[in-house]
């Protein structure tokens, strides 16, 4: 049975077209304009052996697929200064990172970005810092995901900052 149904309940106001438009506008703006590039990591999960006790992998054991440039709006979040050891000890990491970047983008590049992939975001021009993925953003059925609840149209993406030398897949 094809379980699939037109979306007319906003037909009045927005259509397949008029949907396409701005989806159009936003990417010209987001490629265009803003021109963000980050690169994805994927963990080819096939190839990737996992302990049989743990179900843990090394760092050196993770494969990946060929790396990915991909467009995103990036917002990333202060550093954390916080103590342990009742404050003798202190520690400042990076914030977390998140992103959105268009469903239609993703689906021209093939590509889906899954819980526990990386990202690699250009700090500068000789420095890139690495980030996990913590939240894929699959759920997408929110009314801030969707185009004036006609569709969704974009994923947000959660990442947490990785150590220096966590990942080895450059």
Partial sequence: ??????????????SQDDFDINIQM???????????????????????GIDDVY??????????????EFNALVKIEEPKNSSYKGGLLRYNEPGNMTL??????LSELGVD??????????ESETRTRF???TNDGKVTSDNK??????????????????????????
Wanted: with cysteine.
């Fill in 1 to 14: 049975m094809d379980n699939k149904l037109p979306i007319t309940r906003l037909s009045k106001f927005i």
């Fill in 26 to 48: 936003g990417q010209e703006y987001l490629h265009g304009d803003i021109n963000f590039k980050l690169v994805l990591y994927r963990v080819d999960r096939e190839k990737t």
């Fill in 55 to 68: 179900a843990e992998v090394g760092l050196d054991e993770i494969k990946y697929f060929p790396p990915i």
């Fill in 100 to 105: 959105s970047v268009y469903i239609k983008h």
């Fill in 113 to 122: 970005i899954r819980y526990g992939d990386y990202i690699g975001y250009p």
């Fill in 131 to 133: 980030y996990t993925v």
């Fill in 145 to 170: 995901h969707n185009m004036w609840g006609y569709k969704p149209h974009y994923r947000t993406i959660t990442c947490a900052p990785v150590q220096d030398k966590t990942f080895r897949g450059v």
